[in-house]
């Protein structure tokens, strides 16, 4: 009887082929939708990431306390060995020393004279470090004029900055801050390249230099004000977090105000607030997505189901009884459900995946890449994008036609032959 | 009660709802159906046919009086117990043949069977005996759409008798076929009921079929107007 039954839905594509199609194209709108929302969502997260907040980020306590003023006598000391014990313990993520600064940049003239100057603020990375940080900030492609920093003593400023000060690549820039002990510094750089930042704030007045320069410069020696780290492919927030609670539960019996603490990128700049408001936006929308499907698949179900009253009415002349049509019905339909979903949720996955891994360039598209705001949109799979198409696919299928077959019930079994007849 | 009783009705009355009132479509009918009867049941349209045969099909039930079938009540019968008396005892033939297009002419007559959950070397011996009856064994793999109207209503007979009911029930079997089709199913159904002793009850318009009838039953305005042995 089964093999009965699946027989007559294989060959009669009004009932297998196009009901499938019906539903793999809805459940993969829904799935694809997902990852896209899912990916913007990672998106803003991951500008924030990449340039300030990290996946996760070290600090010491009193820093932390402070951050906002960037307070470079409370920095991390022995950094060397922590990055070491970070590389070692937790190595399936990237770490690597940050230090923020601010102060005066001077440009003088050949007599050595103040030419121009401006207040910038700074960050220094380890550009050649193991930390991948050239790549991660995508500086090259955000290279306005000159190159990376290759010799000691070179910087990046940006491109903005450089025009106001009427200076280019090649010539002398002098940062005039103070030490981690308090003391004047005063240091001279060569500009190597100019940046769009894509952010005003960081237009308006900022520069990337090597943390080894800087160190030099501000007697910061084995010192940093943040370890960043970040995970790889993709932020997990699950991970990050037991990460950390581990971390931290390290150095609670500690209460040096200098002992390291770390803090998740939730934890930092608003962005718990965030992640939450864009979630439940974001939910909204697959709410409102997953429902139209529904009502889709299910309309489809009752036409399914409909349009099959006749031969309802000649199986149950024949001898079958009412609750066996029903199930038979009922059973298609999670036959189509199921296939239908199946399909749709690998096709919607590979292109979900395929425009995560590959991404789509923007940047490209529209000529202006910049450091912070990331030009290639990518979509990300979560766990829920794997069922959030897959059940109310196969749900409102089921649902469809168990609606239609009550129908059976209702009707005297003759008046099921009347709308056969005609 | 008579063994030979293969129906009974007493009173039987169907009424249908039609808006504020009521319309009587069978009324007050009394009838005995022994075995191995071949009846008509003629009238003019409108008259009650079909809804007579639907509730001796158990399809439908009266709304007063009674219907004995094959000695079930059918006011009694449970949904599954009437479909398993339709799908044991009672064929059904149709004027629209109603077969199953996906399926093959052997599937359609197999149908029943697969009910019934014989096995399969049993069920194959059945359907094919089904369809040399009809005279129709080399088109077992075809589908419905491949045959002509006349070869269609003898799969739709094949499928009614391959179970070997005591009673088959035919609606105007013969309405939307041509005269030589009309005869054919005729002298088929007619050589069922002399060899198997099946039951065949008949509504028809058909004066091709009158010839055929050993009982011929008139309704007028659901009422039996006439009731009376042609041959015997
Ligand atoms: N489900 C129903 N609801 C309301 N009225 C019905 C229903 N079925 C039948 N009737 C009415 O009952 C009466 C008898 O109908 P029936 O179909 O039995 O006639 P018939 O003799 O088979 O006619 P025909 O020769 O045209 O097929 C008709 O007046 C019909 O309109
Ligand atoms: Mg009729």
Redesign the interface.
Known sequence: MIRFLLKGLVRDRHRSLFPILVVSIGVMLTVFAHSWFSGMINDIIDSNAKFDTGHIKIMSRSYAENKDQTPNDLALTGINDLLQQLRDDIPEMAWTPRIKFGGLIDIPDEAGETRSQSPAMGVALDFYGPGGEVERLNIQNALVTGRLPRNPGEILISDELAQRLETKVGDTATLIGSTMYGAMAVHNFTISGTLKFGMKAMDRGAMLVDIHDIRLALDMDDAAGEIVGYMHPIYKDNTIQSIKAEFNSLHTENDDEFAPVMLSLRDQNGLNDYLVYAESISGMLIFVFVGIMSLVLWNTGLIGGIRRYGEIGVRLAIGENKGGVYRSMVLESAAIGFAGSLIGSILGLALAYWIQVKGINLGDMMGNSSLLISNIVRTRITEQTYYIGFIPGLLSTVLGSMLAGIGIYKRQTAQLFKELEV | MDNNHLITTENLTKRFPMGQTELTALNNINLTIRKGEFIGLVGPSGSGKTTLL?IL?T??SPTEGSAVVLGNNTAELS??NS??????Q?G?I???F?L????TVY?NV???L??Q?LGKSQRHDMVVDALKWVGLADRAKSKPAQLSGGQCQRVAIA?AIVKKPALVLADEPTANLDAKNSHHILKTMETLNKELGTTFIFATHDEKVIGYLKRQITLDDGQIANDQVLKG
């Open positions: 639907n099909g399809l439908d949904h599954k479909a398993k008396l339709r799908n044991l009672i059904f149709f004027q629209t109603n199953l297009p996906v399926y599937e197999e149908f029943p697969l009910l959950k499928r």
